[in-house]
């Protein structure tokens, strides 16, 4: 059968006393109208100050969903069959927050036109392919029966796993009767890491597939349905590597010395580089192995430039 989830029953944190929003049976489909995290908190055009978060109500999930036959041990199996994002989205550089809160002390927003754009621009010149996916898929993870919606936890949650797009297949350990799961925080793209705090946030039509297996996961798993970032890829990609005896350490590296590559051969403000980290750059741990000593690596993808003139 195919559902339409009631898209007013909106949670802002996990809460496993909340009476589900709607129960099906294994192998359903639902339909869902996801609002962007801070609906009605930033508007399109708003610079920073226009802004009014609030962390508390960020998020809007829609859920819990109340899968039958889901029994705490089995596996929840959710399809993505298909995303459509709204018409516009936005990114913030957060004081505090993030990769490099000692270089970026000072808040920064921007909102992104997405009407009928299968890309996004930064600025000109600079343009990233939408890949829109859910940052939050997740089934109560039983203990604490409440919880912020903010960490990712034993049952995904906020997982922020930018493959997850249509096409793709997510596992998920169940650990409540019913499975309760729920989605949101729906993102036109992002890169691996989302190291400036935010992906390109905006409003979300999904259509999920959800199937109980009996079976175990010790974590959750997914599949792709082909190559991981197959709208990039043909270009190439320029590197950045952060060498360091920790890897947050090395993570650092890596992202400052990219944003200062961007600044420097493509001229963008270094805000903007940073955001462009965060919207199309991807983490990447090179070796793990060698005497104490960590290579975490930051790639981009040329493609993004349309001047491609990308020198090292």
């Known amino acids: 059968m195919e559902h339409q989830i009631d898209p007013q029953r909106i949670h802002h944190a996990w809460d496993n006393t909340l009476e589900p929003t709607l129960e099906v049976a294994s192998g359903d489909e639902v339909s869902y109208d996801l609002l962007m995290a801070g609906h009605g908190q930033v508007h399109e055009g708003a610079s920073f100050a226009e802004t009014n978060f609030d962390f508390d109500t960020l998020y809007n999930l829609l859920g819990p969903l109340y899968v039958q036959g889901a029994r705490p041990g089995d596996t929840l199996r959710v399809d993505i ?14 004081p505090e927050l993030g990769t490099l809160p000692s270089e970026f002390p000072d808040p920064y927003l921007r909102t992104f036109d997405l009407r009928g754009r299968a890309e996004a621009e930064l600025v000109p010149g600079v343009r990233i392919p939408c890949a829109p996916f859910l940052g939050t898929m997740g089934t109560h993870p039983d203990e604490p029966a409440t919880a912020s919606a903010f960490p990712p936890h034993k ?27 729920s989605c949101g925080d729906p993102h036109a793209m992002q ?16 259509r999920l597939r959800v199937t109980v297996e009996q079976r175990t996961i010790p974590a959750p798993y997914f599949r792709t349905a082909g190559a991981l ?6 270009a190439g990609h320029h590197g950045a590597m952060g060498i360091a005896p920790d890897l947050m350490q090395g993570t650092r590296k ?37 005497a104490g000593i960590w290579n975490v690596g ?5 493609s993004v430039f349309t001047d491609q003139g990308a020198q090292t």
């Open 81 to 94: 069959l298909d995303l459509q994002p709204g018409d516009w989205g936005w990114c913030v550089i957060l």
């Open 155 to 181: 049952g995904g949650g906020n997982i922020d796993t930018r493959h997850l797009t249509a096409g793709t297949t997510l596992w998920l350990p169940v650990w409540c009767e019913g499975a309760l799961f």
């Open 191 to 206: 890169g691996d890491g989302e190291v400036c705090v935010a992906a390109l946030e905006c409003d979300m039509r999904a």
């Open 229 to 234: 970032t197959p709208k990039v890829d043909a």
């Open 254 to 290: 890596a992202v400052a010395a990219m944003v200062q590559w961007i600044v420097a051969e493509h001229g963008l403000s270094k805000q903007d580089a940073y955001m462009l980290c965060s919207l199309a750059g991807d983490l990447k741990i090179f070796e793990v192995v060698d």
């Open 298 to 302: 930051l790639t981009l993808p040329v």
